[in-house]
Protein backbone atom coordinates (compact mmCIF):
# COMPACT_ATOMS: atom_id res chain seq x y z
CA UNK A 1 0.00 0.00 0.00
CA UNK A 2 2.65 2.53 1.06
CA UNK A 3 4.42 1.79 -2.33
CA UNK A 4 0.68 2.48 -4.29
CA UNK A 5 0.62 5.89 -2.73
CA UNK A 6 4.35 6.43 -3.07
CA UNK A 7 3.80 5.94 -6.73
CA UNK A 8 0.47 7.57 -7.21
CA UNK A 9 2.37 10.57 -5.94
CA UNK A 10 5.17 10.53 -7.90
CA UNK A 11 3.14 11.04 -11.02
CA UNK A 12 0.44 13.45 -9.87
CA UNK A 13 3.85 15.56 -9.05
CA UNK A 14 5.34 14.66 -12.38
CA UNK A 15 2.20 15.11 -14.12
CA UNK A 16 1.81 18.92 -12.61
CA UNK A 17 5.42 19.92 -13.48
CA UNK A 18 5.45 18.32 -17.00
CA UNK A 19 1.77 20.54 -17.41
CA UNK A 20 3.60 23.42 -16.35
CA UNK A 21 5.54 23.40 -18.88
CA UNK A 22 5.26 26.12 -21.21
CA UNK A 23 1.92 27.05 -23.26
CA UNK A 24 -1.31 28.80 -22.02
CA UNK A 25 -1.53 28.19 -18.10
CA UNK A 26 -4.79 25.61 -17.25
CA UNK A 27 -6.97 25.96 -14.74
CA UNK A 28 -5.75 24.34 -11.01
CA UNK A 29 -7.72 21.96 -10.21
CA UNK A 30 -7.67 22.21 -6.23
CA UNK A 31 -8.36 24.04 -3.07
CA UNK A 32 -9.92 27.24 -3.52
CA UNK A 33 -10.56 30.63 -1.84
CA UNK A 34 -9.93 28.79 1.81
CA UNK A 35 -13.20 30.02 3.30
CA UNK A 36 -11.78 32.07 6.03
CA UNK A 37 -11.62 35.67 6.70
CA UNK A 38 -10.73 38.11 4.28
CA UNK A 39 -10.18 37.03 0.67
CA UNK A 40 -8.22 33.83 1.48
CA UNK A 41 -5.86 32.01 -1.11
CA UNK A 42 -7.27 32.15 -4.41
CA UNK A 43 -8.48 28.77 -6.78
CA UNK A 44 -4.59 27.73 -7.25
CA UNK A 45 -2.71 30.66 -7.23
CA UNK A 46 -2.41 30.01 -11.30
CA UNK A 47 -6.65 30.35 -11.07
CA UNK A 48 -7.80 31.82 -14.51
CA UNK A 49 -10.85 32.25 -15.99
CA UNK A 50 -10.93 31.30 -19.65
CA UNK A 51 -13.92 32.72 -21.96
CA UNK A 52 -16.07 30.78 -22.66
CA UNK A 53 -14.52 28.08 -21.17
CA UNK A 54 -13.91 27.79 -17.31
CA UNK A 55 -12.77 29.77 -14.27
CA UNK A 56 -10.69 28.40 -11.78
CA UNK A 57 -11.64 24.29 -11.28
CA UNK A 58 -14.77 24.97 -12.61
CA UNK A 59 -15.94 24.36 -16.54
CA UNK A 60 -19.29 25.16 -18.15
CA UNK A 61 -21.20 21.99 -18.67
CA UNK A 62 -19.79 20.05 -14.99
CA UNK A 63 -22.56 18.53 -13.27
CA UNK A 64 -23.12 19.64 -10.03
CA UNK A 65 -21.85 17.31 -8.16
CA UNK A 66 -18.45 17.67 -10.17
CA UNK A 67 -18.68 21.35 -9.00
CA UNK A 68 -18.93 19.95 -5.32
CA UNK A 69 -16.27 17.82 -5.52
CA UNK A 70 -14.24 20.63 -6.59
CA UNK A 71 -15.27 22.94 -4.12
CA UNK A 72 -16.94 21.80 -1.87
CA UNK A 73 -20.33 22.39 -0.10
CA UNK A 74 -21.89 25.81 -1.43
CA UNK A 75 -22.84 28.36 1.10
CA UNK A 76 -26.15 28.44 -0.72
CA UNK A 77 -27.82 26.40 -3.02
CA UNK A 78 -31.46 27.14 -4.63
CA UNK A 79 -31.22 24.54 -7.62
CA UNK A 80 -30.49 27.68 -10.29
CA UNK A 81 -27.54 28.82 -8.24
CA UNK A 82 -24.68 27.20 -6.06
CA UNK A 83 -23.41 29.66 -4.38
CA UNK A 84 -19.71 29.95 -3.27
CA UNK A 85 -19.03 33.23 -1.21
CA UNK A 86 -15.95 32.55 0.08
CA UNK A 87 -14.39 31.47 -2.80
CA UNK A 88 -16.08 34.37 -4.90
CA UNK A 89 -18.27 32.31 -7.29
CA UNK A 90 -21.21 31.74 -8.13
CA UNK A 91 -22.30 28.65 -10.79
CA UNK A 92 -25.52 29.13 -12.65
CA UNK A 93 -27.41 25.96 -13.63
CA UNK A 94 -29.53 25.35 -16.56
CA UNK A 95 -30.65 21.77 -17.82
CA UNK A 96 -28.76 19.95 -14.66
CA UNK A 97 -25.29 21.10 -15.69
CA UNK A 98 -22.95 24.43 -15.38
CA UNK A 99 -24.55 27.39 -17.29
CA UNK A 100 -22.67 29.93 -16.34
CA UNK A 101 -19.80 30.72 -13.70
CA UNK A 102 -19.91 34.14 -12.57
CA UNK A 103 -16.62 35.69 -10.43
CA UNK A 104 -16.65 38.40 -8.44
CA UNK A 105 -13.72 40.60 -7.17
CA UNK A 106 -15.12 40.85 -3.63
CA UNK A 107 -16.63 44.43 -3.52
CA UNK A 108 -20.37 45.67 -3.60
CA UNK A 109 -21.43 47.06 -7.55
CA UNK A 110 -24.13 47.28 -9.32
CA UNK A 111 -26.91 45.03 -7.38
CA UNK A 112 -24.93 43.11 -6.13
CA UNK A 113 -23.92 43.30 -2.17
CA UNK A 114 -23.86 39.76 -1.33
CA UNK A 115 -20.84 38.70 1.28
CA UNK A 116 -17.84 37.83 -1.58
CA UNK A 117 -14.43 37.43 -1.28
CA UNK A 118 -12.21 37.92 -3.56
CA UNK A 119 -11.40 35.43 -6.49
CA UNK A 120 -7.79 36.08 -7.16
CA UNK A 121 -8.55 36.63 -10.64
CA UNK A 122 -5.92 36.11 -13.93
CA UNK A 123 -7.30 35.90 -17.61
CA UNK A 124 -5.16 34.57 -19.98
CA UNK A 125 -4.21 37.91 -21.73
CA UNK A 126 -3.04 39.34 -18.19
CA UNK A 127 -5.78 41.44 -17.37
CA UNK A 128 -7.52 41.27 -14.03
CA UNK A 129 -9.28 43.08 -11.00
CA UNK A 130 -7.90 46.28 -11.97
CA UNK A 131 -8.76 46.07 -15.70
CA UNK A 132 -11.04 48.87 -16.95
CA UNK A 133 -13.82 49.00 -19.58
CA UNK A 134 -11.04 50.39 -22.19
CA UNK A 135 -8.59 48.02 -21.54
CA UNK A 136 -11.01 44.71 -21.93
CA UNK A 137 -12.38 46.71 -24.89
CA UNK A 138 -8.58 46.55 -26.14
CA UNK A 139 -8.39 42.75 -25.31
CA UNK A 140 -11.23 41.46 -26.55
CA UNK A 141 -12.74 43.76 -29.82
CA UNK A 142 -15.88 44.73 -30.54
CA UNK A 143 -18.57 43.83 -27.78
CA UNK A 144 -21.58 42.19 -28.81
CA UNK A 145 -23.92 43.85 -26.02
CA UNK A 146 -23.30 46.75 -23.94
CA UNK A 147 -25.33 48.41 -21.01
CA UNK A 148 -25.55 50.38 -17.82
CA UNK A 149 -27.38 49.80 -14.83
CA UNK A 150 -27.08 53.52 -13.72
CA UNK A 151 -30.31 52.74 -11.33
CA UNK A 152 -28.65 50.01 -9.52
CA UNK A 153 -27.87 50.97 -5.84
CA UNK A 154 -24.27 50.92 -6.49
CA UNK A 155 -23.94 52.34 -10.46
CA UNK A 156 -22.24 49.89 -12.83
CA UNK A 157 -22.00 49.41 -16.71
CA UNK A 158 -21.66 45.79 -18.31
CA UNK A 159 -19.66 44.61 -21.73
CA UNK A 160 -20.09 41.38 -22.93
CA UNK A 161 -18.06 40.21 -25.34
CA UNK A 162 -19.29 36.70 -26.64
CA UNK A 163 -18.29 34.32 -23.89
CA UNK A 164 -16.89 36.54 -21.28
CA UNK A 165 -19.19 39.60 -19.98
CA UNK A 166 -17.47 42.03 -17.88
CA UNK A 167 -19.64 44.72 -14.92
CA UNK A 168 -17.39 47.89 -14.29
CA UNK A 169 -18.80 49.98 -11.53
CA UNK A 170 -19.39 53.38 -12.51
CA UNK A 171 -17.56 55.00 -9.64
CA UNK A 172 -14.24 54.01 -9.80
CA UNK A 173 -14.38 52.17 -13.21
CA UNK A 174 -12.94 49.19 -11.98
CA UNK A 175 -14.34 45.67 -13.06
CA UNK A 176 -15.71 44.18 -10.13
CA UNK A 177 -17.49 41.13 -11.88
CA UNK A 178 -17.66 38.94 -14.80
CA UNK A 179 -19.24 36.04 -16.47
CA UNK A 180 -17.90 32.93 -17.69
CA UNK A 181 -20.45 31.50 -20.39
CA UNK A 182 -20.86 29.99 -23.88
CA UNK A 183 -20.27 31.94 -26.84
CA UNK A 184 -24.06 33.17 -28.16
CA UNK A 185 -25.09 30.86 -31.53
CA UNK A 186 -25.14 33.72 -34.41
CA UNK A 187 -28.82 34.99 -35.13
Not at 25 to 51: D, E, H, L, M
Amino acid sequence: MARFVAVTLALVVAGGLVGGCGGAAAPVVGPSNGGGGGSGAAVGARATAIPGRSAGPIELGMAPAAVRAALGVPDSDDGEFMQYYRHGLSIALAGGVVDAIHVYRGVPGGYENEPWHEFRLRLPNGLGWEATEAEARAAYGAAVAAGDLAGAPIPSKWVDFGGIMFDFRIDDGRMFHLVVMAPRAAE
